[in-house]
């Protein structure tokens, strides 16, 4: 704020009566003259006004941060169900790869006959002792063969294949 260096100025503004009669109580009251009183009070006034302003400003400000701050709060929210979700998926994979794990027959290769599990089906259609393929275990010809945890598992597996591919049509 400038001060003003310069010596007293004038000023002469109408007022209403009322006021006037207040402005004298004021000033007697305090023993100043009317125009000590009215210039300490415009003084304290404009410094009010300034400040009113500058806290309208600081309004303003809060105001956006709270938006702000309700927007990342939804965006934590968010990619939190979005991070528990993937967790649960996780899960249902791991249970799959366990159960997967478990012996499900024979070989049927010629001369092998060596167990062969779950993930060796599904995955990499070879047996791990003779390395002979396995797909013919798929189509069900295979004997002394678990054909119904062998359906299971393919079916636990397409239902996390689908809902994989669900969430990625969505964007999560
Ligand atoms: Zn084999």
């Given amino acids: 704020m400038t001060v003003d260096t310069e010596g007293p100025s004038t000023l002469y503004a109408r007022i209403p009566a ?8 004021y000033a007697s009251s305090r023993g100043e003259t009317l125009t000590a009183a009215v210039t300490g009070l415009l003084a ?4 009010l006004a300034t400040d009113l302003i500058a806290i309208e400003d600081m309004r303003a400000r809060v105001a956006t941060l709270e938006r702000q701050l309700s927007q990342a709060q939804v965006d934590v929210a968010q990619a939190e169900a979005t991070a528990s979700a993937l967790r649960s998926r996780e ?3 791991l249970t799959l790869a366990r159960r997967a794990e478990r012996a499900l027959g024979p070989c049927p290769n010629a001369g092998c006959g060596k167990p062969v599990r779950g993930i060796d089906v599904l995955l990499t259609q070879q047996c791990p002792s003779c390395g002979g393929g396995l797909s013919s275990v798929l189509v069900g010809q295979t004997k002394g063969f678990n054909q119904t945890e062998l ?10 294949v689908g809902a994989a591919y669900v969430a990625s049509k969505s964007g999560k």
Avoid: Y
């Fill in 151 to 160: 359906l299971i598992l393919l079916g636990a597996l397409g239902i996390l």
């Fill in 44 to 47: 304290r006034g404009l410094e």
């Fill in 18 to 25: 009322s006021l006037k009669v207040q402005l004298d109580a």
């Fill in 91 to 93: 899960d249902q994979f």
